[in-house]
Nanobody, 123 residues
């Protein structure tokens, strides 16, 4: 089993920044890809960013150039730096761990999920 706990959500103004961090614990050796998804009220959960075990990244078009995913394997953490935030970025953000491929981040693979952290972008 893999446990994920997110930190760092909150309120930001449009154009501002927030950094989310996810701590990964449990059967860590089984974790290959790590990523972030989000769900806004009334919407389905959507992919935001992902990273494979070897560092290859993947981003949703809506966040490219603004968000950056990173991982620290020594500390078992994965982070999402969010810059130039927009009101449309308001959502609950979920950390996600994939366990089937070292080289491909499969957006549609379920994997393990954190409990989510709220990000609100508003004046």
């Amino acid at each position: 089993q893999v446990q994920l706990v997110e930190f760092g959500g909150g309120l930001a103004q449009p154009g501002g920044s927030l950094r989310l961090t996810c701590v990964v614990s449990g059967t860590i050796l089984s974790v290959y890809g790590v990523g972030w998804y989000r769900q806004a009220p009334g919407n389905q959960r959507e992919f935001v960013a992902g990273m494979t075990l070897y560092g290859a990244t993947d981003y949703a078009d809506s966040v490219k150039g603004r968000f950056t995913i990173s991982r620290d394997n020594a500390k078992n953490t994965v982070s999402l730096q969010m810059n130039a935030l927009k009101p449309d970025d308001t959502a609950v953000y979920y950390c996600n761990a994939k366990v089937t491929s070292r080289t491909i981040f499969r957006r549609d693979e379920s994997g393990y999920w954190g409990q989510g952290t709220q990000v609100t972008v508003s004046l």
